[in-house]
């Protein structure tokens, strides 16, 4: 099984004496069991390195002049063995309209698409931004994700967590939609807050702490809304870490010792505070902390 | 119930034949069990929403030139349509003046008052900037905050701890005011540091890690201050994030990793509390930490 | 007892009658169970607070030139009422040389000190900057610190962990230092990087994520080194935050579920793939996760 | 033993009456247990410091016109130490090639080399800048890492976790290749943006919150794309922390926070699996939540 298991999409052929040569070229582009299969993936990531390097290095003026030419010849190399590649995985799969429609197969047809657009349409040169065409080849890259599973665990707990994060992420941006707001009130246009959305980009650019410094508060009572701003964004990091922390060195340190023990039924943990066990109510001897201080002697515990 | 439950301020009315308009009017503005109630709901969001796009949208200077008049005329009718739900709520909860003074009330008054006041007072548009009146319309994006049921649950988690926040800001405050004056004296008006103030500034923006760079220390001893203090920023994310991480980790670990091993089927990883293996369900000796402490023979484990 | 309980610097006086009056001040002044107690120290914060508010306001040259001579008596009233608070706090306790050595003593004399320096030494102006004997009166802020009992426990927390504080820190200048010196040696004085100290600077505020950008690396090598430094800087809080949260939600998800039950002894919260109850040594009924997957049935468990 | 242990390159030597002196020097130089051992690991450290100080003040034009030749007998002395003190490391071992190719070797070599080397090749300064000189002598500063054991530990805890960090890292560098292509394709070189790595490079200043503001985005379009990798990047610290926090929180707050009462004595706040008060022994009714989930009747809670 390759390390992505067997999506849905990815059916392996119908066993069969027919599907000889379908069944092994299966075997070695979707599975990782072989030798032949991980040297196939193993393959594959180098060229899908390399092409995105070739894109890379091509988007610099200097290198461009220098080899452009040797990475035309690379970049064609590169899109007719992900052609090959291509046509090979729909050839081997019991539904190809299947797997060309996944998300896979989608990646792998933006993979080779543009450099055919760029001989099929002559004007594309013209009508498109080469800049664009660059975009497009280096979206390859995302053929890797097959390979480690581990994005594929992200993916699925944060498609778990998704609530709180959309629900945060809805109040961040109604935060930053008042203050940005309120900016561009306060300091206006005269400053470099020209409209509401700008306003906004620099609000968010503050609260997450990233400060470009390309717009700035100029006026006192702006840069007193910044500060908080500022305060907001950073303790929304700091007060839970700080707070969490807290409660972690306290536990560990013994506020909570966990060498207080019931002498009846040996449950450990009980609250510096408490005097009678939790798990068979008998009474606790009095607790000395290591300080030498002794616990107050009243009944009732709490925060 | 709505998603916000009942709040003290909204109080159904009085049941009975006579309540009958009001009560249905009740459950469909403020429950979201019907059909009606949630079609209600999602429509009031849009309109929100839409709204508020208004007022963005209307501050680019390039869009309003081109859909000026439009967004007027969408303005007056978002404002009647929140006029009409405002007096609609007022009439069917049972205490009026109560609801018109919580917080929901108050924002549902100022998202409509901004209109009708650039009406009523002719030279409001002189005395008052227009952006003063964008900023008011856009409160209306507080409404949305009724309708997440999370938003008050951070709420209530903000305000269980806001002791421990208030401290800490007040802790941060207390540095960013020295250091703030430490660069004020050590850099002076030369360096752009023309105040006190100005100083606190900077500090809260180099201690948030923001780093704006309008204002940057010149001299040697300031740049000394100023990477103690982005330390001090930095670090108080990092040094409590590294402790808690490296506790988490070890306890993970097992501090006696993996071995604690079953003697019968050798499988490893036991918890440190287990006392059968949970593969072949062998009793397990025994386990003692390598600081020669036992633990405890009962089946409650410590923390 | 204040907030801060009896630090060893404050010791009551003697009982007595002949004490009567300096016992009643001492009550007063530094324990806060009376109702005269808490009203001094009420009154305190607020003269603290006004004081600091006078030393930044007059920071500000256009309120400086509008309020000046207000300032001044209002900084003469301070500077008394201090001295006679600094005065009965060291006629009240047992011990005053003790109490004028510990750290609020200090303070507490510090608080009162520059404003008669200026006067006793006339030449003070010129020789000291205004600015610095501002930094000295704004000090008195550090004598909140006695009526917040957190930032004792603050202070105990850090000390607690001090040495691994020292440790992260030193490895923290240890990398700032190498990297400082390798961007001095690849972009040189020519791109603002005049000495290793600067380096140094430069790398701190990319370490810590401020980005001032007052320096910035030009050349290619210098931007890789700093992209370099940068994903260190905030890899160093991403990485545990990511990995603690991902052990943290996978254990709460169910990764060891807590409905997973043994129906002999009815204790909870079995792993996945664990086939016997780690509490009683009973079988346990085989798991299916909400995505129909069956765990493995192989026996051997572990992370 | 020094604080390292002995790493498997330093081999103690044989012992016996012969060896008598080398096992002398060993004792001092290598382990840390004797009085003498101790001082020369102070001296040590001493020197280290120092020798780094003079490089780092060195680089500092004003400082090196006036100390420049102090300086310069400084670093010969430096130099000849460190090349004695190298020489006793491995004549003192039992395998020197073994202690001479390990890093602590290399380190060690490369301490004292660049020194030599200006003086054996004498147009050495003409081809190599003076700058990689000083860098290579600052190297010494890692010497300093065999003399803190906790460095060792971070070096195990980071090889422990290193596929998890190294698929956190692709991903990162996945986004901002794509983040960076995208916005080299929607800024353009017009507006700073020359070429794919200098957009990854602004994409890894924004990501990590750096925010240098030597490149920042000009466009509408560049700067919603800006919002977006800012809010994924400070949004990557953010969520994670706020969602442990939150469950952390909810976990000590009981999820029934302080409702939980004792019939016998109304003290609050027990633990949801307590049976027992633990103030007054009484036995405690059972515990429901507020989703109608009933506390396991077991004395075994779950987590």
Redesign the interface.
Known sequence: MSPAEHPDDVTPPLQGAAAGWRLRMYTVIFEADTRAGRAFDLALIGLILAS?AV??LD???AVHARWGSVFTVLEWTFTLIFTVEYVARLSCVRQPLRYARSPFGIIDLVAVLPTYLAILVPGLHALI?V??L??LR??R??K??AY?A??AM?GR?LA??RR??L??????L?VV??MG??M??VE?PAHGF?????G??WA???????????I?PKT?LG?VI??LM??L?????????????????A???GR?P??R?CHE???????PD??????????LPAWQNDHGHQAPAS?????
């Open positions: 995105v894109v890379v988007s610099m003026a931004d800049r664009v660059r975009l280096l979206f890259i995302l890797l994700g480690v581990e994005f992200l707990a778990a967590s709180k994060i629900v945060f992420m809805s109040f961040v109604m939609t008042i707001t309120l561009y009130v206006g020209t409209s509401i959305p700008v906004v980009y968010i650019t503050t609260m997450t702490t990233v400060g470009f410094g390309d700035t006192d840069r910044a500060s500022m305060l964004g950073w303790g929304t990091l700091a007060v839970p870490t700080g707070i969490v922390s807290a409660e972690f060195t536990q560990r340190m909570t966990t060498t023990t039924c040996l449950s450990e943990g009980h609250a408490a005097r009678f066990c939790r798990d068979c109510g008998a009474p009944g009732r515990g709490g925060s």
